[in-house]
């Protein structure tokens, strides 16, 4: 069993994205997927590193034909028990191999980037996706950003000093995974670099979390009414340049023609 099976077999995706924080990910990423999302019900979506089926259950019951990859056995168990229509599978965003090419109207990238820690790799996987993506099709990737995990693991959880002499972090504060690390965090050159060398049109990108990690206590506290006017704020917030980099995740959404 793999590191990476280990960390899910225990965390709770589905958790996460039901708390408060997690749900500002989960109702901003659902927003932009209906965005580009056709009303037509024969619309083949792929979910890649699908976890437990947050997105892809969702989009499933809505009625839509929807495929799912995912590594980890724990999570596919999970997913496959919740007795929706997705046709789930177990794989590895690296090579898609079980998939034709031009096979889906939209892709989901959600999990595997946040993982990968190599170049080569991130690419591979860019590239897979895009090859299983129809002609005029939609795929939406998501990163963990770099800023958010120095703010937080580095500064806030006080690890700042034994990660830049461990050379885990270089010396204008980029992290520095090594194999062993279960994440890897990106800013936005790196992304954008990414795009150019798989040949990926950018339609916009977003902030699919903005502040909500570093206001998790804040937001726990908050009433109803005043938590969905936070997630109003977002929303009409999350396309802005100045916040895209400093938010724990980011959803890059790429067209193939």
Not at 159 to 183: A, G, Q, T, V
């Amino acid at each position: 069993m793999t590191d990476l099976e280990k960390y899910y077999n225990k965390f709770n995706e589905d958790k996460r994205l039901l708390r408060r924080h997690g749900n500002v990910e989960y109702v901003t990423s659902m927003k932009y997927i209906h965005d580009f999302l056709s009303e037509d019900k024969n619309t083949k979506i792929l979910d890649i590193g699908a976890g437990t089926g947050r997105y892809s259950v969702a989009l499933a019951n809505e009625g839509y034909d929807v495929t799912a990859v995912e590594l980890v056995k724990y999570n596919l168990g999970i997913l496959k028990s919740k007795g929706s229509t997705v046709k789930a599978y177990q794989g590895n965003a690296l090579k898609l191999s079980r998939f034709e090419d031009e096979s889906f109207d939209l892709t989901l990238l959600f999990g595997p980037m946040y993982h990968l820690t190599k170049d080569e790799d991130k690419e591979k996987a860019l590239k897979e996706a895009k090859r299983v993506t129809k002609t005029g099709g939609i795929i939406m990737v998501a990163y963990c950003m770099n800023e958010y995990s120095i703010l937080t693991y580095g500064f806030k959880e006080n690890n700042i000093l034994r990660c830049i002499k461990e050379n885990k972090i270089s010396s204008n504060f980029r992290c520095m995974p090594d194999e062993e690390e279960l994440y890897d965090y990106v800013r936005l050159e790196d992304i954008n670099s990414l795009n150019e060398r798989v040949g990926l049109d950018r339609i916009k990108i977003i902030s699919a979390d903005g502040p909500a990690n570093y206001m998790r206590t804040v937001l726990n506290q908050m009433d109803d009414e005043t938590y969905e006017t936070f997630i109003k704020y977002h929303l009409s917030t999350c396309e802005r340049t100045e916040l895209l980099g400093a938010g724990a995740h980011t959803l890059d959404i790429l067209s193939k023609k």
